[in-house]
T-cell receptor
């Protein structure tokens, strides 16, 4: 199993550009999450999904959109990128019913908006 | 909402024992996680507590007191590779969502 994979690893965007961060998991997990992590800060939840076709906002959803058309994929869309969106983005997945439901994280996407 | 506090930085010596504390105030509680995060890498799962008491896993142990809103992670026989950030996270009652503290950066020295 590859676990949770994310692409790209790094990206530089100009203000106002758009992009999609890809996330795929091969563990058949029903729950998936997107976080951002700013330097010296904890992870903040952007959006989450409890299954294909179901998404909901987290703590910091403004400026982002998501979709979940399959169990495996959970892309994050940035529209009109702003410098405040410079961050490291982590995708995670978990499977309800396996005790602690620990989340498995992808390697992250480092995004700079200039 | 959730409020989670943990120290920003700690330093300890190789071979020693270190305790990283985490206090939380929550509107819903369904367990507490500890994750390890090396610089530039993703967080990885260390431990999970949902009932009061101590959970031991090799060199790492985690303790929870739900009445006090308090947890700690205990690392024994510290090694240089334990230098990392340690993230405390509370699981809420919806969709297994986690709220993370800002993390404690641990530096292990010779």
């Amino acid at each position: 199993n590859a676990g949770v994979t994310q692409t790209p690893k790094f990206r530089i965007l100009k203000i106002g550009q758009s992009m999609t961060l890809q996330c795929t998991q091969d563990m058949n997990h029903n729950y998936m999450y997107w976080y951002r992590q700013d330097p010296g800060m904890g992870l903040k939840l952007i959006y989450y999904s409890v299954g294909a076709g179901i998404t909901d906002k987290g703590e910091v959803p403004n400026g982002y959109n998501v979709s979940r058309s399959t169990t495996e994929d959970f892309p994050l869309r940035l529209e009109l990128a702003a410098p405040s969106q410079t961050s490291v983005y982590f995708c995670a997945s978990s499977s309800v019913g396996t005790g602690g439901d620990e989340q498995y994280f992808g390697p992250g996407t480092r995004l700079t908006v200039t | 909402g959730q409020n989670i506090d943990q120290p920003t930085e700690m330093t300890a010596t190789e071979g020693a024992i270190v305790q990283i504390n985490c206090t939380y105030q929550t509107s819903g509680f369904n367990g507490l996680f500890w994750y390890q995060q090396h610089a530039g890498e993703a967080p990885t799962f260390l431990s999970y507590n949902v009932l009061d008491g101590l959970e031991e896993k090799g060199r790492f142990s985690s303790f929870l007191s739900r009445s006090k809103g308090y947890s700690y992670l205990l690392l024994k026989e510290l090694q240089m590779k334990d230098s990392a950030s340690y993230l405390c996270a509370v699981k809420g009652t919806t969709a297994s969502k986690l709220t993370f503290g800002t993390g404690t950066r641990l530096q292990v020295t010779l």
